[in-house]
């Protein structure tokens, strides 16, 4: 059973961190493109970051978490990673990370309708406040 798995999320005060992990079974993440999105209550799903499969790995970021998040992906726990720096209590959304079946894209996406995110977790709440 294909299945992505997100942890790491909690209730953190301004200025903190975290570090979201999205763990996958049933499939290796090494080929496929991985995404960061989150949603917030009231507002449409967002993408905030991608990282491209193994043999490409790049990567790619949403303006509003630019020099904050960083994407990364450690292919022996077939885990993608999310730092998180800085948190802002405009962070406050649950995330998800999901898989794009796009065989070998030249880059990755945050676009959903671009790519073919056909796997997704359950999501981590990410809370920020003091």
């Known amino acids: 059973q294909l299945q992505l798995v997100e942890s790491g999320g909690g209730l953190v005060q301004p200025g903190g961190s975290l570090r979201l992990s999205c763990t996958a079974s049933?499939?290796?993440?090494?080929?496929?493109?991985i995404g960061w999105f989150r949603q917030a209550p009231g507002k449409e799903r967002e993408g905030v970051s991608c990282?491209?499969?193994?043999?490409?790995?790049?990567?790619d970021y949403a303006d509003s978490v630019k020099g904050r998040f960083t994407i990364s992906r450690d292919n022996s726990e077939n885990t993608v990673f999310l730092q998180i720096h800085n948190l802002k209590p405009e962070d406050t959304a649950v995330y998800y990370c999901?898989?794009?079946?796009?065989?070998?894209?030249?880059?990755?996406?945050?676009?959903?309708?671009?790519?073919?995110?056909?796997?997704w977790g359950q999501g981590t709440q990410v809370t920020v406040s003091s």
């Open positions: 049933g499939f290796s993440t090494d080929g496929f493109a």
């Open positions: 999901a898989a794009d079946w796009t065989p070998y894209p030249r880059i990755c996406t945050m676009d959903v309708a671009k790519g073919q995110y056909n796997y």
């Open positions: 990282i491209n499969y193994r043999g490409s790995s790049t990567t």
